[in-house]
T-cell receptor, first 112, second 114 residues
Framework: DAKTTQPNSMESNEEEPVHLPCNHSTISGTDYIHWYRQLPSQGPEYVIHGLTSNVNNRMASLAIAEDRKSSTLILHRATLRDAAVYYCILSGGSSNTGKLIFGQGTTLQVKP | DAGVTQSPTHLIKTRGQQVTLRCSPISGHKSVSWYQQVLGQGPQFIFQYYEKEERGRGNFPDRFSARQFPNYSSELNVNALLLGDSALYLC?????????????FGSGTRLTVV
């Protein structure tokens, strides 16, 4: 299973953009890049996912490098409610199941 | 619409006992996955079911088993509980069973083994 590498923690100021990086140098051609976040005492929440092209939704944007070895989750204006653990996950590969392999994630702190 | 519902929300069991956890997926979702989350770590994949068939199994002992019913709800069973089984058990549902689908997670069942 391909691995992802994320910083353990990041800080941001409220109402500023946040760029959360993820390295996945061993990604295969069939791996999708997923981002989930988890607030305290809750289950993970789907944020966004993509394969090759950049993706946008109401929550965030996903920028995928041309070689797909890294990606960046962009929160356009951080709010206090965005403070959570953010997981970058590769899903798919040769088995092409929906198995999500979570790492340690990045703990995002948002300061007022 | 109701999200993914899990029951019970909290559970305390004694070592050696058996436990059954239940999950109802979002209406129309045919895939259910189970994850174990130990305190301070990310969730670990246990099982995935799609259309009532097992699609994937994580690195967990045979004490862990699951099934999916015709209405797509699912149960996770754990036999011969160990202290190390204490964790948050999460259920996730998706409309499809493949990697390009997003998953919706429930709030989990907190299992404490004493």
């Amino acid at each position: 299973d391909a691995k992802t590498t994320q910083p353990n923690s990041m800080e941001s100021n409220e109402e500023e953009p946040v760029h959360l990086p993820c390295n996945h140098s061993t990604i295969s051609g069939t791996d999708y890049i997923h981002w989930y976040r988890q607030l305290p005492s809750q289950g993970p929440e789907y944020v966004i996912h993509g394969l090759t092209s950049n993706v946008n939704n109401r929550m965030a944007s996903l920028a995928i490098a041309e070689d797909r070895k890294s990606s960046t989750l962009i929160l356009h204006r951080a709010t206090l409610r965005d403070a959570a653990v953010y997981y970058c996950i590769l899903s798919g590969g040769s088995s092409n199941t929906g198995k999500l392999i979570f790492g340690q994630g990045t703990t995002l702190q948002v300061k007022p | 619409d109701a999200g993914v519902t899990q029951s019970p929300t909290h559970l305390i069991k004694t070592r050696g006992q058996q436990v059954t956890l239940r999950c109802s997926p979002i209406s129309g979702h045919k895939s259910v996955s189970w994850y174990q989350q130990v305190l301070g770590q990310g969730p670990q994949f246990i099982f995935q079911y799609y259309e009532k068939e097992e699609r994937g199994r994580g690195n967990f002992p045979d004490r862990f088993s699951a099934r999916q019913f015709p209405n797509y709800s699912s149960e996770l069973n754990v036999n011969a509980l160990l202290l190390g089984d204490s964790a948050l058990y999460l259920c996730a549902s998706s409309s499809g069973g493949l990697s390009y689908y997003g998953y919706t997670f429930g709030s989990g069942t907190r299992l404490t083994v004493v």
